[in-house]
């Protein structure tokens, strides 16, 4: 079965752009949530969604948002990007999004905003 | 307020010796604990998880960890460290209510030959 994918692997912005990360989960899965891992804040969630719906959402301003497909896919969109925005971005899906469940992350988009 | 401490940034074993990580977590209730690995330019990969079943878990590639309530730790060991084990580690632990992945610092094992 193939692992959870994500697109781009690696992107370059300016200050003030806008970007969107694309992530597809494990078949079958229908939750799929975002984590920023970055040097000084470490690993940090974003959101969650499943059923096409944001079930819960981390301490972040309103310029990171997401969304999810009737397929399960998920894109996650920062607008007005700010230096502090540069880290890795990783998605992770599992069955049902129940706790306990294990998470399956991808390989995550590095992000770098100049 | 929910949270993991792992202590040691950086842990440096040699080849063939116990590999410790330590973990402890912060809750009124214990909560779900886990163990992660991430190797360069990859993404997270799970290496144990503790859900009450059983206190002493074992995972992938050789890891165990044991749940402790009374010193609120979950600590990840290897009985013999192998170079590929040298990777960065995440102790995160998840409320039973809430499905949000708390992660701690991270280690980063270093395996000298």
């Known amino acids: 079965k193939a692992g959870v994918t994500q697109t781009p692997r690696y992107l370059i912005k300016t200050r003030g752009q806008q970007v969107t990360l694309s992530c597809s989960p494990i078949?079958?899965?229908?939750?799929v949530s975002w984590y920023q891992q970055t040097p000084g804040q470490g690993l940090q969630f974003l959101f969650e969604y499943f059923s096409e719906t944001q079930r819960n959402k981390g301490n972040f301003p309103g310029r990171f948002s997401g969304r999810q497909f009737s397929n399960s896919r998920s894109e996650m969109n920062v607008s007005t990007l700010e230096l502090g925005d540069s880290a890795l971005y990783l998605c992770?899906?599992?069955?049902?999004?129940?706790?306990?469940?294990?998470?399956?992350f991808g390989p995550g988009t590095r992000l770098l905003v100049l | 307020a929910q949270s993991v401490t792992q202590l040691g940034s950086h842990v440096s074993v040699s080849e063939g010796a116990l590999v410790l990580l330590r973990c402890n977590y912060s809750s009124s209730v214990p909560p779900y604990l886990f163990w992660y690995v991430q190797y360069p330019n990859q993404g997270l990969q799970l290496l144990l998880k503790?859900?009450?079943?059983?206190?002493l878990v074992k995972g992938i590639n050789g890891f165990e960890a044991e749940f402790k309530k009374s010193e609120t730790s979950f600590h990840l060991t290897k009985p013999s460290a192998h170079m590929s084990d040298a990777a960065e580690y995440f102790c995160a632990s998840q409320r039973d209510s809430s499905y949000k992945l708390i992660f701690g610092s991270g280690t980063r094992l270093l395996v000298r030959p």
């Open positions: 503790y859900t009450s079943a059983a206190t």
């Open positions: 078949s079958g899965h229908r939750s």
């Open positions: 992770a899906s599992s069955l049902t999004g129940g706790s306990q469940e294990t998470q399956y």
